[in-house]
Every structure is written in structure tokens, then in C-alpha cells.
């Protein structure tokens, strides 16, 4: 790192100020991609802070192998390289932080070779850090073209129908992160420029119906003009309320091609399935998750872990992979998925979560995660603030319905949260199966047993243990032994050491003692009984 960095060891804190260093340090540490041991990182507080009071002159080995490494005054260094060594790969890790999370930060800190007293540096146009080498394909971000309505209903009153129809649904899919929403340019009767750049055209009639206006939607693959989706919407009789009825449709066409499991994107998780995790773009990586979401296996899991963590580091500024990447930490702590580090993914899913958010603030998606994640680990005030903007960023949309109905369930409010998902159900035939876990501990709550049974008849993971867990609760609870029996048998071969960790896995996600011990007396009646 110190080879970008060509200021001697006299150039510290008079180039930037006493302030923009320490707010570097912080920013440093806070980071997931540094990657610096715990050691380390004092190492690198404790150089930065001694040049910062004016006693760079005492940063030597000896100092730091004391009073950073705990080493005695009878230190010997050409015996003991500990601090040479510990230096080289603090080196290291502040250059991988500046190559991932710091290509933008104001301030550089470095620590040259045959020093160990830091360097600090106002970021300036021909200091920059070595690019790297992969380009970043914007073709792997799917793009659509949307076009104006046709109006088919013969009434010239109702051509203004057509253009705002296309209007509102490129507002609705630009707010979708993950569309690259293309706008066509009139010619001639057609349209030109960017009809050759878009992967998907979307295209709408407007006809008379039985009941008054109806619209058809059509969404092709430009590349085969294949067919891939389309379907017919009411707009009702009233021309009083075509305005609502135009956002209903918008929102509905929305969720259905765009959200996470849509139309595009299994289109294009189909095309890219075969390939190795190295070998994805980031779309490509992304979509690994919704293999994993509806297979539920170890081995999908994996593959998607890997896959996301090689867009992070093609695409490092992409909010949509750190948020991704927490949920699936978020899993590993919740589950306690054996073969990795409880503890660490906690700490991961907290870091990356915040980090997808600070990325893209705007984004509800990074909101909705990171809301999740302060559930999961027990601060329901923050993870009530978070989805409640997540909520206020598009609050009529369905695309994201149902994941905020679900956080707000799990923090508690249960009514706003059902009332989200329901919704969402109604809307959206391509929602995520889970949200019934919020709906069935919305039943459990309130003692209706066999409309809680009923939320899980919806449940498709066969694979994860929550699935047996949540029906042997509600058959203990309706007496259907036999059956509730059956649940835990399959509870117990997912998850064998749930009698001695099952209060603390319910503990992730069930926050309520009302919901709480209905859980445990249920799993008791089918014979579990947990410690």
C-alpha cells in the first residue's frame, strides 16, 4: 500500500486535520472489509493516536510489542518478530479496505514498509488506489423497455390512459433497484434507440370489457420475442376512479414481474443456473438467493454464499449484495447452521446489513433487511424505526408488501403486519412462502389454533426445521397427538439438538411470551419438552 502513498513518515497529521483522522479510523474500523485481527486493530488505533497527541518519535517495536502485544520489558525483537508481522498484514488489510469499502473515503491512513509510524493523507485526483481488473458488465443487471399503452376502446377521451400507464410503471420499477428501466424514444410511428439496448419489453392494451375498462400486459424476451408472461386486469366501471385504478394495476404488474421471485428474475436465474459461483455476474449472483429461498438446502446455501461474496468483491459499492449476504448470515445465527462461526455471523449479518443501507439509503430493501437483522438480534426499537422507513420510501407498493408486514409482525405490530402480507397474498401470486411464519404467530397469539395449522399448509421448506416446529405447535395445541407427533420426529431429525437449544432458536424470532409459551406447551403435548 505504501507504494501509492509518496509522503515520508514527516507528512501526518499537519496535512489533514486532528478530526478528519480519527473520523478515518473510525470509519476503518467499523468496516466489515477490514479484515484486521482484533490485535491488529489496536495496533493500528494505538500508532494513529500517539501520532495524533505529537509522540510518533516513540513508535518503535519495542512500545508497540508492549503495550500493544502485551510483551514484558525484556522484549527482544530480533528474537521475537511479532511486531514486524503483525505490521505486514495490518498493511495488508488497510490496502484491501481502500480496494473494497474505501475507494471514496477523504482521508488515506498508510503505514509505509520499514516504519511503524503512520501517514496520513487528504485523498487527491493521482493518489488512487490500483483499479481492479474485472470490469463490471452493466448488461447483467436485467434491462426493460416499457411502452405506452395502446388504447383500444375507440374512445379519444381516454388516449391519455395509454402514456401515463407506461409512465407510472417506469416510476414504480425505478424505485425496484435491481430493473434497468429504459424509456423508447418516439420515430416515425415506432420507437428506436432504446429498443435495442432493453433484454424485456413490456407493452398494454387497453380494451372495453364486460364490467367496464380492462387492460391487458404483456411482457416479452426482446431477444427470442418470446412470450414470457402477461395478464388481464380489471379496471372497473367507474371513470371517477381510474386514477386509483391505474396505481392498483401498476403496483399489481410491478410485484409480479419485478419482485424477487418474478417473472424476469427467474428468466434469467434459468439461463444462468449452470454456471460456477466465480463465473456469475452480480444479477446472476443475486438470483443464487432464490435458488437457496425455495430449495432450502445446505448445499444452495453454500452456493449462494459464495456466489454473493464474489459479487462483493466485483461489485463492492452494490447495496443489494451486502444486504443479501446479511440475510444469509442473519441465517446461519438464527439457525445455527452447523460448520460455521455463530457468533462471527451475527457480527457479520449486523455489519453487512448496516452496510447495505449506508450504500443505498434509500433503498427499501436495504431497510427492510436491516430491520430484519435488528429483530433477529433482540433491538426491537431499532428494527421497529427501520421498517417503519422502509414503509414511508413507497408505502403503496407491493413489491415489498409483504417483507415489511412480516418485520413489523415479528417487532410486534401484529395487525399492520398481517393486514401488509394479506395484501401482499392478494396481489402478488409470487410472494415469499415464509411470511405465513408472521401470520401463524398472529394466530398463536390470540389462541386460534386451527387457523394457525392452516398458515402452514402454505409453508413449501421442507428442509428447515422452523416448517415441523410451527405445525407440531399448532397440532399440540388443537390435541391432534398423532400428527403433532409425526411434526417433531421431523423437527428433531432437521435440527437433533433442539430439546437442549429450542428456547433460545424460538428466541430469534419469537419476541412475545404470548406467543412464546403456546409454543412451548404445544411442542410438550406432542412430547418434546424443551430445557
Not at 470509519?27 to 495496533?43: D, G, K, V
Not at 376502446?153 to 420499477?173: H, I, N, Q, V, Y
Not at 453487512?352 to 430484519?372: M, T
Amino acid at each position: 500500500m505504501s507504494q501509492v502513498c509518496q509522503k515520508d513518515s514527516s507528512a501526518t497529521a499537519e496535512d489533514v486535520s486532528s478530526q478528519a483522522v480519527r473520523s478515518q479510523l473510525a470509519r476503518i474500523l467499523i468496516s466489515p472489509e477490514f479484515t484486521a485481527t482484533e490485535s491488529q486493530r489496536n495496533f493500528l488505533s494505538f500508532v494513529v493516536q500517539q501520532t495524533l497527541d505529537g509522540h510518533s518519535d516513540e513508535i518503535k517495536g519495542f512500545t508497540v510489542a508492549t503495550r500493544v502485544f502485551g510483551r514484558g520489558n525484556d522484549f527482544d525483537q530480533a528474537i521475537d518478530p511479532i511486531v514486524s508481522i503483525q505490521a505486514n498484514k495490518l498493511r495488508r488489510a488497510l490496502e484491501r479496505y481502500y480496494l473494497v469499502d474505501g475507494q471514496t473515503d477523504p482521508v488515506l491512513i498508510d503505514i509505509p514498509k520499514g516504519t511503524y509510524i503512520p501517514v496520513f493523507s487528504p485523498r487527491q485526483e493521482d493518489i488512487s488506489f490500483p483499479k481492479r481488473t474485472e470490469a463490471v458488465d452493466t448488461g447483467a443487471w436485467p434491462t426493460i423497455l416499457i411502452h405506452p399503452f395502446v388504447n383500444l376502446t375507440g374512445d379519444k377521451k381516454l388516449d391519455w390512459l395509454g402514456p401515463g400507464f407506461a409512465s407510472e410503471l417506469r416510476m414504480e420499477l425505478t424505485r425496484h433497484q435491481d430493473l434497468q428501466v429504459l424509456k423508447g424514444i418516439p420515430a416515425g410511428g415506432g420507437y428506436r434507440a432504446a429498443d435495442s439496448l432493453a433484454r424485456f419489453v413490456l407493452d398494454g392494451e387497453i380494451l372495453n370489457g364486460t364490467a367496464g375498462l380492462e387492460v391487458i400486459v404483456t411482457l416479452t424476451d426482446a431477444r427470442t420475442n418470446l412470450q414470457l408472461w402477461s395478464n388481464r386486469l380489471d379496471c372497473g366501471a367507474d371513470p371517477a376512479q381510474l386514477i386509483n385504478f391505474q396505481k392498483k394495476i401498476v403496483q399489481t404488474v410491478t410485484a409480479q414481474i419485478g419482485c424477487e421471485q418474478g417473472v424476469i428474475a427467474k428468466k434469467i436465474f434459468t439461463e444462468s443456473s449452470g454456471k460456477a459461483p466465480e463465473k456469475l455476474k452480480t444479477y446472476e449472483a443475486i438470483l443464487r438467493f432464490l435458488e437457496f429461498s425455495q430449495s432450502r438446502t445446505e448445499y444452495h446455501f453454500v452456493q449462494a454464499l459464495n456466489a454473493l461474496q464474489h459479487a462483493r468483491d466485483i461489485e463492492p459499492r452494490c447495496s443489494k449484495v451486502w444486504s443479501m449476504l446479511a440475510r444469509l448470515y442473519i441465517i446461519i445465527y438464527s439457525y445455527e447452521i452447523s460448520g460455521f462461526a455463530i457468533r462471527e455471523a451475527r457480527e457479520k449479518a449486523i455489519a453487512y446489513a448496516e452496510q447495505g443501507a449506508k450504500l443505498a439509503p434509500d433503498s427499501q430493501y436495504a431497510r427492510i433487511v436491516l430491520a430484519l437483522v435488528r429483530v433477529v438480534t433482540d433491538e426491537i426499537t431499532a428494527a421497529r424505526k427501520e421498517v417503519q422507513l422502509a414503509c414511508a420510501l413507497n408505502p403503496n407498493s407491493i413489491i415489498q408488501a409483504d417483507a415489511i408486514g412480516y418485520v413489523m409482525a415479528l417487532s410486534g405490530d401484529w395487525q399492520q403486519g398481517s393486514e401488509l402480507i394479506r395484501k401482499a397474498i392478494r396481489r402478488n401470486p409470487y410472494y415469499p412462502d415464509y411470511v405465513h411464519y408472521a401470520l401463524w404467530g398472529n394466530w398463536i397469539r390470540q389462541n386460534n389454533y386451527e387457523q394457525a395449522y392452516q398458515e402452514t399448509m402454505h409453508l413449501r421448506g421442507p428442509q428447515v426445521f422452523w416448517e415441523p416446529l410451527v405445525k407440531a405447535v399448532a397440532l399440540g395445541n388443537l390435541g391432534r397427538l398423532e400428527e403433532g407427533r409425526d411434526c417433531v420426529a421431523d423437527l428433531l431429525r432437521l435440527k437433533p439438538d433442539f430439546p437442549e437449544r429450542g428456547r433460545i432458536l424460538l428466541g430469534r424470532y419469537i419476541k412475545f411470551d404470548s406467543i412464546t409459551e403456546p409454543a412451548v406447551n404445544g411442542l410438550k403435548k406432542c412430547g418434546l419438552e424443551l430445557e
